[in-house]
């Protein structure tokens, strides 16, 4: 699949310096910093309903990810501060994938606690040193089961009886 290469402002509002603010700013804010990554969809999920995206840092901003993805329109399942709610998440995903599964997606998506984001790789250049750093970490469980949970449920396919013929999906 294709890399893409997205940049946008992001600022804090003043008054909650909690939250980010992409595309149109608000008038209140304290600063605003231009940010670059790349991205690319690793795999397509459950239907279409999510997907593994890969994403490059070219700078390192506070939820910096998390602001793009939904700035974009593919907020981080389970991130309920940038787009990505429960309910929004159990909707897409429903309606992308026979009604049968649609329980087992109801389970997987009341048991989210925390935004699906993992980073596998992490790596800058030492401040001081000039150094080229990089860190590894595999998943954590709840990330591996949800990942494992969703591919299972793109690549079944179920059999049903449509009148005297069997149809596929």
């Known amino acids: 699949m294709d890399v893409k290469k ?7 509002e003043m008054e909650h310096e909690s939250l980010r603010y992409i595309g149109e700013i608000p008038r209140k804010v304290s600063f605003l910093k231009l940010s670059f990554q790349r991205y ?6 459950a239907g279409g309903g999510c997907a593994l995206v890969e ?22 399942l389970g991130d309920d501060v940038y787009g990505g709610t429960k309910s929004m998440a159990l909707s897409l995903l429903q309606s992308r ?10 389970q997987l998506i009341d048991r989210l606690e925390r935004p699906c984001l993992h980073a596998l790789t992490l790596g800058f250049r030492h401040p001081n040193s000039g150094e080229n750093l990089s ?7 709840d990330f591996s089961e949800i ?8 690549a079944e396919k179920t ?4 009148g005297n013929f069997h149809q596929n999906t």
């Open 40 to 45: 690319k969809v690793i795999e397509v999920l």
């Open 159 to 162: 059999t049903y009886v449509v």
């Open 6 to 12: 997205f940049s946008m402002f992001l600022g804090y």
């Open 55 to 76: 994403w490059r840092l070219e700078t390192g901003r506070t939820h910096q990810i998390r602001a793009h993805a939904k700035y974009l329109g593919i907020p981080l």
């Open 97 to 106: 994938n026979p009604s049968i599964y649609h329980a087992q997606l109801l």
């Open 147 to 154: 990942l494992d949970r969703l591919r299972n449920i793109s």
């Open 135 to 141: 860190f590894s970490k595999i998943p954590p469980p």
